[in-house]
């Protein structure tokens, strides 16, 4: 008896250590801000927009009926369709070119490349996926238009749906590649190794084999490069113009939802107006659509991870 | 070639290994081993870990073509042909000298799948349900499986996933099975069914076998190459070598080498 006193003596909490407690309390915070800024921004966006819808003149037929986007003009139209199809078109573009080459250099890299030719490929990658946006927007504008399109498609202006597509296309490569090449090289070497010594060959065993077992992780990058697409602001600001009606040729200038919101808040606009307030409708609708391809790609590619537990 | 010399091919065998020597870098995991590898009967590949049995296995169908750096000296014939000739294309070897894995390894398709998968590729697209059927049966799964073709492979127990990899093997109808420990990964009775399965198998294929158990060699194989690993002079570096390749119930009651006899006792290993 004696004994276990004395031990439950030793063992009694007499130290209150602060130090402990502060920097718990610290890094606590810290995870929590980043769930308060969402909230808040999510809190921003939807009070102004709420403002925005009720403004006599915005009605939410016309917000996704009307066929023109002019929220400065004397009689302003807001026909967000208008974005959003020219949005889509580019970021369609956008995934013309780089699902098929993101896809390509992944299987190459992870199926067929040389560690050397890999040590090589992957850094330019990641240098490709370092630079600045602007920097793309400029080579759209100044390179791929009167070098490329405007060359081979005459007739085409000089700010172009095709030219920021393209520069946008370039700029999601390295998301594409570098997260379809982890999903194959997520996919266990024994599948590579039982499909090779079946006989079949290397482009066999990485086109029948490792691609559709590595599908969903595929897939998952693809809807994450078609979100980066849609969200892409400094590109199609640059490149593909302002042309504030409903259009879908290539050739001609569009108008993103980016773009639109950069140029209203760029421009003179007060606060308060319904020009103003139209930027946050803009904002949530665009949040809308990435969010929910994000959670898609987190869903696929949830989905793709239990395959191999 | 001027490797043409007196090379008896024996009518018998299979391969015939002179002089092999396998390297990763300048790491020489096996070296000098000589054996022919009898048609038509279980040989087992036996010694301590890093005795470079499974290296050596791998020669046999060019599976060592894909880990980088692996370099094979010495010559592998298949049937009188050279493995390493620079003409021979290492895809049709592998078509004709099958290999199941360590650890079951079906693609994440169908069981059906699994096997028309190997068919396709070579070219073996005539009645394909009859050679699914024949693969599966003669694989000792038909009867578990033939109402389920249509299930993904990977729902199947370890045991049946193995039996599957023997299935989808077989289904290409090569004449050599290499089987890199098979049922490393596997209960005792998935096991049994395994060993139970080579017997059967034996029949129509060579079968190379690489395992741990010595129980298993000894009740199953009918020739038997022991390796043991011998450390350079300086401490620094471990070479697999051959100590002994003998018929299986001579090696079990009176090995030629002391090393064979203690490692089969258990002195050692």
């Known amino acids: 008896m004696e004994n276990v006193n004395n031990l439950r003596s030793q063992l009694?909490?007499?130290?209150?250590?602060?130090?402990?407690?502060?920097?718990?309390?610290?890094?606590?915070?810290?995870?929590?801000?980043?769930?308060?800024?969402?909230?808040?921004?999510?809190?921003?966006?939807?009070?102004?927009?709420?403002?925005?819808?009720?403004?006599?003149?915005?009605?939410?037929?016309?917000?996704?009926?009307?066929?023109r986007w002019t929220p400065t003009f004397q009689n302003p139209e807001y026909g967000v369709i208008v974005l959003i199809s020219s949005t889509l078109y580019i970021a369609v573009?956008?995934?013309?070119?780089?699902?098929?080459?993101?896809?390509?250099?992944?299987?190459?890299?992870?199926?067929?490349?040389?560690?050397?030719?890999?040590?090589?490929?992957?850094?330019?990658?990641?240098?490709?996926?370092?630079?600045?946006?602007?920097?793309?927007?400029?080579?759209?504008?100044?390179?791929?238009?009167?070098?490329?399109?405007?060359?081979?498609?005459?007739?085409?202006?000089?700010?172009?749906?095709?030219?920021?597509?393209?520069?946008?296309?370039?700029?999601?490569?390295?998301?594409?590649?570098?997260?379809?090449?982890?999903?194959?090289?997520?996919?266990?070497?024994?599948?590579?190794?039982?499909?090779?010594?079946?006989?079949?060959t290397r482009r066999i065993t990485s086109l029948k084999i490792m691609f559709p077992a590595a599908l969903s992780g595929i897939i998952a990058s693809f809807i994450l490069g078609f979100s980066r697409a849609i969200g892409e602001t400094m590109i199609v600001t640059i490149a593909g113009g302002q042309y504030p009606e409903l259009n879908l040729d290539p050739r001609s200038a569009m108008y993103t939802i980016t773009s639109s919101i950069v140029n209203v808040s760029l421009g003179d606009t007060p606060h308060g107006t319904t020009a103003y307030n139209a930027l946050f409708a803009l904002g949530i609708t665009l949040f809308i659509m990435t969010f929910i391809l994000n959670i898609g790609s987190d869903y696929v590619a949830r989905k793709y991870r239990k395959e191999y537990e | 070639m001027e490797t043409k010399e007196t090379v008896q091919v024996n009518n018998e065998s299979v391969f015939n290994v002179s002089d092999l020597s396998v390297s990763y870098g300048d790491f020489v995991a096996i070296k000098n081993v000589n054996m022919d590898i009898t048609k038509n009967k279980i040989t087992a590949f036996i010694g301590p870990s890093g005795c470079g049995k499974s290296t050596l296995i791998r020669t046999f169908n060019r599976m060592n073509d894909l880990i980088l750096g692996a370099k094979v000296n010495g010559t592998i014939t298949y049937q009188g042909v050279d493995l390493y000739d620079k003409m021979v294309d290492p895809v049709q070897v592998r078509r004709r000298i099958g290999m199941v894995f360590q650890k079951p390894n079906p693609f994440p398709k169908t069981i059906k799948e699994n096997i028309t998968f190997g068919l396709k590729v070579n070219n073996m697209t005539d009645n394909m349900d009859d050679r699914v059927e024949k693969a599966l049966t003669q694989a000792a799964l038909w009867d578990e499986v033939k109402d389920d073709l249509d299930k993904n492979a990977l729902e199947l127990s370890g045991g049946q996933q193995q039996r599957l990899c023997i299935a989808r093997t077989i289904a290409v109808e090569p004449d050599t099975i290499l089987m890199d420990e098979p049922c490393s990964a596997l209960d005792p009775v998935a096991t049994k069914k395994i060993e139970d399965l080579m017997q059967e198998l034996v029949k129509e294929f060579s079968i190379l076998i690489v395992t741990h158990n010595m129980q298993q060699a000894s009740r199953s194989s009918d020739y038997c190459a022991f390796f043991t690993t011998k450390t350079s002079d300086d401490g620094k570096r471990r070479t697999g070598e051959l100590v002994e390749f003998n018929e299986t119930s001579v090696m079990f009651t009176t090995p030629d080498k002391e090393l064979t006899e203690q490692y089969i006792s258990g002195r050692f290993g």
């Open chain 1, 12 to 67: 009694t909490k007499t130290i209150t250590r602060p130090i402990e407690k502060i920097v718990k309390l610290f890094i606590t915070a810290s995870a929590f801000a980043a769930i308060l800024i969402s909230i808040s921004i999510i809190f921003t966006l939807l009070t102004e927009a709420i403002n925005f819808f009720q403004d006599p003149a915005v009605t939410f037929k016309g917000y996704f009926t009307a066929t």
């Open chain 1, 93 to 200: 573009i956008a995934c013309l070119i780089s699902f098929p080459l993101g896809l390509f250099s992944a299987i190459y890299l992870s199926e067929f490349a040389t560690r050397r030719t890999r040590k090589v490929i992957k850094p330019v990658l990641e240098v490709l996926a370092g630079v600045p946006t602007v920097v793309f927007g400029y080579f759209a504008l100044n390179w791929i238009t009167p070098n490329i399109i405007q060359r081979f498609i005459p007739g085409t202006g000089v700010f172009n749906a095709l030219s920021a597509g393209i520069a946008v296309g370039i700029m999601i490569i390295p998301t594409v590649a570098s997260i379809s090449d982890d999903a194959l090289n997520a996919v266990p070497n024994s599948l590579r190794n039982g499909s090779l010594a079946l006989g079949a």
